[in-house]
């Protein structure tokens, strides 16, 4: 797991300290496979090079693996693919995400992480204004979203020092009403 949490750390940095138009991905997997430790993700990581070079798309990507039925619930699959995936779409916010969705099997986190890539690197302008206004989540609003973005991207002192920053206000009761609601619209659902 660590070695997964450092690999999206690692194209993290990449999405943000790289220009789109300077982005060249069998250059960024190539550094990849030079700073995993991990032989198992190294192995997939050069799979996916060669893929990357044959425009192989995600999805036949992910059955090559053997993840045909659906991405598994495991860290290196979600981690290799979310690079995978961010890499050959990193033009198109949308495309990204979509891709990673198609995939199946564990894609909550898969988009997750391939949404945030492709958002840092592009910009959350990159974001479709259709898919932000969906965003809300009572009791916060898109007001409220837009506050953290830029509380997050622009705390003064670094994303180093960010824990440190003051906590934003939440509405308890608010909160522990949504809780409430979509417990017991989960519990119905069973």
């Not at 300077?22 to 991990?38: C, G």
């Not at 608010?174 to 069973?190: D, G, M």
């Given at each position: 797991v660590l070695d997964a949490n450092a690999l999206i750390a690692q194209i993290g940095h990449v999405a943000l300290m790289t220009p789109?138009?300077?982005?060249?991905?069998?250059?960024?997997?190539?550094?990849?496979?030079?700073?995993?430790?991990?032989?198992?993700?190294?192995g997939i990581l050069k799979q996916m090079r060669l893929g990357l070079e044959s425009e192989v798309g995600s999805l036949r990507m992910a059955k090559r693996l053997g993840w045909s039925r659906g991405l598994p619930n495991q860290a290196i699959p979600i981690a290799t693919m979310a690079v995978y995936t961010w890499l050959r779409h990193h033009h198109s916010f949308s495309g990204a995400v979509q891709h990673a969705l198609r995939l199946g099997g564990q894609t909550s986190c898969l988009a997750a992480l391939v949404g945030g890539l492709a958002a840092i690197h592009l910009s959350t302008d990159s974001i479709p204004e259709t898919w932000k206004q969906r965003l809300i989540q009572w009791p916060y609003n898109r007001r409220w979203f837009d506050r953290l973005t830029t509380r997050l991207t622009d705390w003064p002192h670094g994303s180093e020092d960010l824990h440190s920053a003051p906590a934003m206000r939440i509405k308890p009761l608010?909160?522990?009403?949504?809780?409430?609601?979509?417990?017991?619209?989960?519990?119905?659902?069973?």
């Open positions: 789109s138009d300077d982005l060249k991905p069998l250059e960024v997997m190539d550094l990849l496979i030079a700073n995993t430790a991990d032989d198992e993700i190294v608010r909160f522990f009403i949504r809780s409430v609601v979509l417990n017991t619209a989960f519990t119905l659902q069973r």
